[in-house]
């Protein structure tokens, strides 16, 4: 006794795409795929929140190097070093100096010097950090009017590094996209060899339900529909695959973004699924739905271009 | 209904036009008007067949089918005119995954018809046909005559205007050639325009009729 016939049913396959092996393998070719753009994508936004790291660390910095600190100033009363301090401190565009104790200088000496440095009797430049505001000052006027109070000070800006930094940066970024953009142009032509295969396997399905009265968009929606599907799989595959590698680069990348081992509770595997940024919690479920529309608008295209031979 | 004005057609083949298979056919089918089509083998009547059931467009001429111009027709207007006509295959052209009712329901899912109007259209199809207890077999399991009344339920179930046959009877022994010749007479009758290609002389002296005779790709007679 046979199953009754239910009413509706779902999934009609009168083109017998489910049984074509030609895209069995579509969802772990997808899935590669879309683990490669996983890693690209956590690339650039890496590189990113790297160089916006460092810029808002040492953007709005300078160095000052007074060497003999202690010596009368040049054109006022008081060291070389205090006339300096008090210069800077009264130029627009400075947001705070202060120079550096004997300990924070012996402490920035001593990968060079060892630890002994303070008993070296060394004549030690002062050195001042200053903090900028947003607008800053103007650096060459700065610096002229310390040279001529304290001939000899060096004023070392961190800007240089900066923009080769986020030279760097963009340059990270521009050569993710590029990848992305190749990831997503040989996905395409995996879905449209899967769906040529598929065509020329179940060319005869297709001549009689095209010569029964099927438009181009009723059999393409049939193989748009399946690869969708397919790439679907293959792109959460992917994600879910990218996922260990990602938290591991992103452990590694920590120190790098201002936090040490054992300096901060949260740096232990417990909070390691916040180590990702916010954004790529946002972009790896975007994989799946990339993936989607790749497969979807491919299939449409290629059989759409294909069916153009019947008439 | 249908009409040839002249018309010629040749076969494309890798973008070059190969030699003409019919040559200025000019002759009229009336709307509901039964004709037979004769000649023998490569005479052209299959090539005359896939014009009328739109696989082809004409090379020169005019034809008419169903009131569309169809040298003249936009790609996009061919579908839903396909879906007013009813071909059967020699070789039936069924769907070999697809059960009798799945292979049956097919015309009507692609035009389509809500699926509980469907159940009961190819239900009511195959009772006709009598193949309503092999609704679920699948055409590998079913002999060449039982296909052949398949391929015919699928051609009539959507109710077309213009029914095309080529050499219906050739897998049938007489007595289900004679029902079949009954069940195309009917459909005649309710208002189908039928056209059916056969050299089974014995079933045109059985059901006389008007003929198109073919030879060599010209009309050789119309009566």
């Given at each position: 006794m046979r199953e009754p016939r239910p009413l509706?049913?779902?999934?009609?396959d009168d083109l017998g795409l489910r049984r074509a092996l030609s895209d069995r393998m579509l969802p772990f070719m997808v899935a590669a795929m879309a683990f490669l753009a996983a890693l690209a994508l956590a690339g650039s936004l890496a590189a990113a929140s790297l160089a916006r790291h460092w810029q808002e660390g040492a953007a709005a910095a300078l160095t000052v190097q007074v060497p003999r600190p202690k010596a009368p100033a040049e054109t006022h009363d008081g060291t070389r070093q205090d006339r300096v301090l008090l210069l800077i401190q009264g130029t627009p565009g400075i947001a705070e100096a202060r120079a550096l104790n004997d300990d924070e200088l012996a402490e920035l000496l001593r990968p060079w010097l060892g630890s002994g440095v303070e008993r070296l009797s060394l004549p030690l430049p002062a050195v001042i950090d200053v903090r900028l505001t947003a607008s800053g000052p103007d650096l060459a006027a700065l610096t002229a009017r310390l040279a001529a109070v304290a001939p000899g000070t060096q004023v070392e800006s961190h800007g240089i590094w900066l923009r080769r930094l986020s030279a760097l940066a963009r340059s990270l970024q521009a050569c993710a996209a590029l990848a992305l953009l190749v990831v997503a142009a040989v996905a395409a032509s995996v879905v449209a060899v899967a769906t040529r295969a598929g065509l020329a396997a179940r060319r005869q399905s297709i001549e009689i339900v095209h010569g029964l009265g099927a438009t181009d968009g009723y059999i393409a929606g049939r193989f748009a529909r399946r690869a969708t599907g397919s790439a679907a799989l293959g792109g959460a595959l992917g994600a879910i695959a990218a996922m260990p590698v990602l938290l591991a680069l992103a452990h590694l990348a920590r120190p790098f973004a201002g936090l040490q081992p054992g300096s901060?509770?949260?740096?232990?595997t417990t909070s390691l699924l916040g180590a990702l940024p916010g954004a790529l919690w946002l972009l790896l479920p975007a994989l799946p739905a990339g993936a989607a529309l790749i497969g979807f608008l491919t299939a449409q295209g290629t059989v759409r271009r294909w069916l153009r031979r019947l008439p | 209904m249908v009409r040839f004005d002249h018309v010629g057609l040749q076969y494309e083949s890798g973008g070059r036009s190969g030699p003409e298979v019919l040559h200025d056919l000019t002759f009229s089918v009336p709307e509901g008007g039964f004709r037979w089509l004769i000649g023998h083998s490569g005479a052209g009547k299959s090539s005359l067949l896939r014009l009328m059931y739109l696989a082809a467009r004409p090379s020169r001429g005019k034809l008419t089918v169903l009131g569309t111009d169809i040298g003249a027709?936009?790609?996009?207007?061919l579908p839903r005119l396909r879906r007013r006509i009813g071909v059967v295959f020699q070789d039936f052209r069924l769907l070999p995954h697809l059960s009798a009712f799945d292979n049956v329901a097919l015309p009507l899912r692609i035009g389509g018809r809500p699926e509980g109007q469907i159940r009961a259209d190819v239900q009511e199809m195959l009772r006709w046909v009598g193949l309503a207890p092999k609704a679920e077999v699948l055409p590998a399991e079913m002999s060449g005559g039982e296909q052949q009344r398949v391929a015919i339920a699928r051609a009539v179930v959507g109710r077309p205007s213009l029914l095309l046959a080529d050499e219906p009877t050739g897998n049938l022994d007489d007595a289900q050639a004679a029902r079949l010749m009954q069940l195309l007479r009917e459909l005649n009758r309710l208002g189908t325009t039928v056209i059916v290609a056969t050299h089974n002389d014995f079933l045109v002296d059985r059901h006389p009729a008007p003929a198109l005779l073919l030879d060599h790709g010209r009309l050789i007679g119309d009566a």
């Open positions: 509706r049913r779902a999934r009609f901060d509770p949260g740096y232990d | 027709a936009e790609r996009r207007a």
